[in-house]
T-cell receptor
Framework: DVKVTQSSRYLVKRTGEKVFLECVQDMDHENMFWYRQDPGLGLRLIYFSYDVKMKEKGDIPEGYSVSREKKERFSLILESASTNQTSMYLC???????????FGSGTRLTVV | QKEVEQNSGPLSVPEGAIASLNCTYSDRVSQSFFWYRQYSGKSPELIMSIYSNGDKEDGRFTAQLNKASQYVSLLIRDSQPSDSATYLCAVVRRSNDYKLSFGAGTTVTVRA
């Protein structure tokens, strides 16, 4: 089975901190995604990547950046954390000839 | 108009009954459709995918797609308490595009 691993299940950070969320997948998937999930809003796409060193903005990229230096790793960076970035963050990967995403277990981030 | 809309729920059904979940999408060229199940505090997991008009059955789950009406549904037959979860409808926005748009989800509770 494909495994998508997010480095932390729970994080508490202070306003203004730079925050790194790490995601690693073990099945050589080309496509990786970062979503955030908030009650009543569903999953919203922040950034995605189709290949190493490639990144594209999703629907809500403001306040975030990403890095993909290796195919298996896709990092989400909160440049200066704010309280409105308190959320569940979900990483997913997807192989071009396969069906559906595989999600990591999620990181619940609280910014205080 | 939201890209993907689901009946808001929550939906409560007795054990053994059929749970019916509905989803509409706005982009007429959408090609691929998915249903994810998400237990409380967990990440989404893929339970069904459908690409052609008609019905697709997998165990107690049946997905139905009507592209002319831009409508996809999920039926859960013989509902069990273990089916209690939030069900997310997801749509690939365009051909050759691997970004998923998600509905806000419908929470199903199966009463024993």
């Amino acid at each position: 089975d494909v495994k998508v691993t997010q480095s932390s299940r729970y994080l508490v950070k202070r306003t203004g901190e730079k925050v790194f969320l790490e995601c690693v997948q073990d099945m050589d998937h080309e496509n990786m995604f970062w979503y955030r999930q908030d009650p009543g809003l569903g999953l919203r796409l922040i950034y995605f990547s189709y290949d190493v060193k490639m990144k594209e903005k999703g629907d809500i990229p403001e306040g975030y950046s990403v890095s993909r230096e290796k195919k298996e790793r896709f990092s989400l960076i909160l440049e200066s954390a704010s309280t409105n970035q308190t959320s569940m963050y979900l990483c997913a990967s997807y192989r071009t000839d396969n069906y559906g995403y595989t999600f990591g277990s999620g990181t619940r981030l609280t910014v205080v | 108009q939201k890209e993907v809309e689901q009946n808001s729920g929550p939906l409560s059904v007795p054990e053994g009954a059929i749970a019916s979940l509905n989803c509409t999408y706005s982009d007429r060229v959408s090609q691929s459709f998915f249903w994810y199940r998400q237990y409380s505090g967990k990440s989404p997991e893929l339970i069904m995918s459908i690409y052609s008009n008609g019905d697709k059955e997998d165990g107690r789950f049946t997905a139905q797609l009507n592209k002319a009406s831009q409508y996809v549904s999920l039926l859960i037959r013989d509902s069990q308490p273990s089916d209690s979860a939030t069900y997310l409808c997801a749509v690939v926005r365009r051909s050759n595009d691997y970004k998923l748009s998600f509905g806000a989800g419908t929470t199903v509770t199966v009463r024993a």
